[in-house]
Every structure is written in C-alpha cells, then in structure tokens.
C-alpha cells in the first residue's frame, strides 16, 4: 500500500513572509508567490473593482493604476491573520501618501485561497469611497 502524500497547509508566519514585500511598497517580492493564471477580484464600485482572470490582469488594472498616484506604492501592512488548512483571511492597512499629498489610509480585508503554497484566488474588499476619492483627486489620464 503507497502512502499519500498531501502538501503542507499554509502557515501563519509564510503568510506574513510571502505579504512583507508589500509594506515597503515593492510588490514585486510578494508576486513571486501569486500563479499566473490567479482568480482574483476586488470588490466594491470604483476604479480598481473587477475581475481579473491572471496575475498580469491584476496587477495592470490596479498596481499599475495605484503607481500613477502612490509615488511610494500602497505599503499594505498586515494587521491581522487567520490561517485555515490552504486558507488566509488577511487584514491589512495602508499607509500611504498620494502624489497630491492626500493620506491613503485604507484597510483592506483579503481573503486568499493557496494552491501548493502559491495564492491562486484572492477576494479583496476595501474602502471603495476612499479609493474612489483617490482617483478624483489624482488623475492619470
């Protein structure tokens, strides 16, 4: 009889790690973790809401976006963790400036699921009206 083999359950302390790249802004790091083909979708009713059916689709539609008006990214900090089996619910803030000087102080709620140790759907949520007021106040064009 051949044993089965079941990867590892993601851990708290991976999560933070694989998140740290995050704080200083630099995404770059933490999407070394995230599958190309992720399912990903933001909530809410403004510029970054939709749904983005790849890693690159994500991170054009928001990170890209975001760039143009955080000079310093969106330093997301995890303030909050719950890890289940391949599962992370992640509480994070943002402590941001925008490039008109307005303060993106937004919290964000993710929920992640983790195939293999690598995000392969997110659920965002955030402050839509916040980040909505972002784009008002800063435009990109």
Same mark, same amino acid.
């Given at each position: 009889?051949?044993?089965?083999?079941?990867?590892?359950?993601?851990?708290?302390?991976?999560?933070?790690?694989?998140?740290?790249?995050?704080?200083?802004?630099?995404?770059?790091?933490?999407?070394?973790?995230?599958?190309?083909?992720?399912?990903?979708?933001?909530?809410?009713?403004?510029?970054?809401?939709?749904?983005?059916?790849?890693?690159?689709?994500?991170?054009?539609?928001?990170?890209?976006?975001?760039?143009? !008006?955080?000079?310093?990214?969106?330093?997301?900090? +995890?303030?909050?963790?719950?890890?289940? &089996?391949?599962?992370? =619910?992640?509480? *994070?803030?943002?402590?941001?400036?925008?490039?008109?000087?307005?303060?993106?102080?937004?919290?964000?709620?993710? !929920?992640?699921?983790?195939?293999?140790?690598?995000? +392969?759907?997110?659920?965002?949520?955030? &402050?839509?009206?916040? =980040?909505?007021? *972002?784009?008002?106040?800063?435009?990109?064009?």
């Amino acid at each position: 009889m051949t044993p089965i083999t079941t990867a590892k359950a993601i851990t708290a302390d991976r999560v933070r790690d694989i998140f740290k790249g995050l704080e200083n802004g630099d995404g770059a790091a933490f999407f070394t973790n995230v599958a190309d083909n992720v399912d990903w979708t933001v909530m809410g009713a403004h510029p970054l809401a939709g749904h983005y059916p790849s890693k690159a689709a994500f991170i054009e539609g928001t990170f890209s976006k975001l760039a143009k !008006v955080l000079p310093q990214g969106a330093q997301l900090h +995890v303030e909050h963790l719950i890890v289940q &089996d391949d599962e992370a =619910v992640v509480e *994070l803030h943002s402590l941001a400036t925008a490039k008109n000087g307005m303060r993106f102080d937004n919290r964000y709620c993710w !929920v992640v699921d983790f195939k293999d140790g690598v995000i +392969v759907r997110v659920r965002a949520y955030l &402050d839509s009206a916040m =980040v909505a007021r *972002l784009f008002e106040e800063n435009q990109i064009g």
